[in-house]
Nanobody, 126 residues
């Protein structure tokens, strides 16, 4: 059974940092693309950063480029999202997602993923 456990959210002041973790189980880690998505109240879920299977290409949404970094630890089946220079507009519930066969052009699309973690809330105060 594919399971994803996201954690690391919290309340932080603008300019601060958080590191989100997504622990995966039930599948071969290298075979799956992993994506971080977020959803703010009243807004659609959007792709934040993703990492492909195999060669581990990465994607970053424009609003987070230069501030967020996605990384992974194969030994721990864990994907991280390091978030620096946080802004109030980064406030959202963050989800990690995984699936096989996600092509690079679809990595940022939430409908490309079938497996989702439970979400972790990030609140950035001004």
């Amino acid at each position: 059974e594919v399971q994803l456990q996201a954690s690391g959210g919290g309340l932080v002041q603008a300019g601060g940092s958080l590191r989100l973790s997504c622990v995966a189980s039930g599948f071969t880690f290298d075979d799956y693309a992993i994506g971080w998505f977020r959803q703010a109240p009243g807004k659609e879920r959007e792709g934040v950063s993703c990492i492909s299977s195999g060669d581990r290409y990465t994607y970053y949404a424009d609003p987070v480029k230069g501030r967020f970094t996605i990384s992974y630890d194969n030994a721990k089946n864990t994907v991280y999202l390091q978030m620096n220079s946080l802004k109030p507009e980064d406030t959202a519930v963050y989800y990690c997602a995984a699936d096989r066969g996600v092509i690079l052009s679809s990595m940022k699309r939430h409908d490309a993923y079938d497996y989702w973690g439970q979400g972790t809330e990030v609140t950035v105060s001004s």
